[in-house]
Every structure is written in structure tokens, then in C-alpha cells.
């Protein structure tokens, strides 16, 4: 069966059962195709999705204009931040609104599976994400002079996983709001928390031993620590390998998550 067939569910032979079975990903690429098609004719989301972290780097640029030592060490945090939290806007909304608007509920009656739609939204949005952090990677280094120890590509690497996992978050949480304002009261829920325990206002290891607890177990963390990895150590450390990995394993776990509670209409 091709790839449309597989997403229409169609045979020829009338209705299709619904098998247990493992993701097809020819499923998967179906559906992702289908997202960028239809994300490729909203102009806003787009724009949303890869300039404004673009614009609050260079808005922070000019924040810190006196103290360029400042801008690097809090630009190359932001750098993984503000990715995060754009794409985490982004992938609820436009996730919930395929649900209320019934298209996740006709493609949950056809024969795939709860991963297949989560693995192609995941691929579809994860282009995005890794266009986003792409750009706002290259605007800090080059335009703005962000100055790291480290290489380049390896801010850039942390940054794309960072953008991930914004997307699995986003994802994860459209399953649980009711309508597109829900899904915006999620971000203080989820995100805000994260930001203030990341380590940016506050070395972790000066917290409040419960609040350093908490902040070692938030994925947000280990994305601020990556980032400050590359901007003071030369090479691939091991902690940056570390980071990277954890950071990477939270995006997997959320999106298996998200694929186990995908909802096929709105709570």
C-alpha cells in the first residue's frame, strides 16, 4: 500500500481494520507532507515561527549593547530559550486546531496508528524547528558577534534540540487543552517554571536545595547548561554530551507520551 492509500486508508476492498502493528513510516512522511503543505500557505505562523526569535536576540543585543561579555554569556542561553518556547506556542495551537476542527478525528478512524499521526506532526514541525534555530543561531554569531569558546555548529546542534523539544512539549500538552486560549495558559504552566530553574537568573547549585532538586529533573535546564558549554569550554566536553543526551531523551519521552495520549476530538 502507498503512501496515500495509507493516509486515506483507503484499499479498495472497503473499510480497513485498524491492526496492531509498528509506525509505517511512509505513514508518517504522508502525514508530515500533508502539515507542511498546509503550514506552507500561513504566512504568519511561519513568520512567527522564524523571526521572532530572530528579533528578541537582536532586541537583547541592543539591551546589552555596552557589555558584550554579558550578551554572550545570557544571548547563548536565550539562543536555546526562545526556539523552545516559540515552537511550543506554535505546535499546540496547530495541533488543537486539528483536532476541533475534526481532521484528527477523520484521520484516527482510518487504519494507523496514535504514532504515526504524532511521528508525522513531530517531523513536519521538527523542519521548522530546525530552520528556526538555524537562523536565530546564525544571526547570534555572525550579525550579532556572539562569541563562544566553542564551536559554532555545536550551539547550533544544541539549539535545534532545544527547538525539538519545544515541538514534543507542544505536542504533548494540545492533548490536554479544550481550545487554542487553553493551549496559551499552558506556556506559564510548562515553560515558565522551567526558565526560572534553568539557571539563567540563579546559579542551580544556589537554589534552595528542593528548588535545585526540582530544576535538575526540567529538561529546560540541560539545555541552558549545553549552551553554556559551548561558550566556555573548547571541543566536545563529556557534559555537553550529556546535556545533549538528556535533552534529546526528554523530546523522545514526551513525544512517545504524546502519541499514547493523543486524543481524537477535544476533551
Keep these: 500500500m502507498n503512501a496515500t492509500a495509507a493516509v486515506t486508508g483507503s484499499t479498495g476492498r472497503g473499510p480497513a481494520r485498524r491492526p496492531a502493528r509498528a509506525v509505517n513510516p511512509a505513514i508518517t512522511l504522508a502525514t508530515a507532507r500533508r502539515v507542511l503543505r498546509q503550514l506552507s500557505h500561513d504566512r504568519r505562523t511561519i513568520a512567527l515561527m522564524l523571526l521572532v526569535p530572530v528579533f528578541l536576540l537582536v532586541l537583547l543585543y541592543y539591551v546589552f549593547d555596552a557589555d558584550d561579555r554579558t550578551f554572550s554569556s ?19 495551537i496547530a495541533t488543537l486546531r486539528e483536532r476541533t476542527s475534526g ?14 499521526l504524532i511521528l508525522g506532526y513531530a517531523v ?27 564551536s559554532p555548529w555545536l550551539l547550533l546542534v544544541i539549539a535545534v534540540m532545544d527547538a525539538l523539544l519545544g515541538t514534543a512539549l507542544g505536542l504533548f500538552v494540545s492533548a490536554f487543552a479544550a481550545s487554542e ?35 535538575g ?4 535546564s540541560y539545555a541552558v547548561d549545553g549552551m553554556g558549554e559551548v561558550v566556555a569550554q573548547t571541543g566536545v566536553s563529556g ?29
Excluded at 74 to 92: C, E, H, K, Y
Design 124 to 150: 513536519a514541525f521538527g523542519c521548522f524547528a530546525v530552520l528556526q534555530a538555524s537562523l536565530a543561531t546564525a544571526v547570534a554569531i555572525w550579525p550579532l558577534g556572539l562569541e563562544t569558546t566553542g
Design 181 to 215: 486560549f487553553q493551549a496559551v495558559q499552558f506556556m506559564p504552566a510548562v515553560v515558565l517554571p522551567q526558565i526560572l530553574l534553568c539557571g539563567l537568573f540563579v546559579p542551580r547549585e544556589d537554589m534552595h536545595p528542593v528548588l535545585e532538586w526540582i530544576s
Design 74 to 92: 545570557v544571548g547563548a542561553s536565550l539562543l536555546g530559550i526562545f526556539p523552545l518556547i516559540t515552537m511550543f506556542l506554535v505546535t499546540s
Design 239 to 267: 557534559a555537553y554530551v550529556r546535556d545533549l543526551l538528556i535533552v534529546a531523551g526528554y523530546a523522545l519521552a514526551v513525544l512517545l507520551v504524546g502519541a499514547a495520549t493523543l486524543r481524537r476530538r477535544t476533551p
Design 217 to 220: 529533573v526540567l529538561p529546560m
Design 103 to 116: 481532521t484528527l478525528e477523520r484521520l484516527m478512524t482510518m487504519p494507523f496508528g496514535k504514532a504515526d
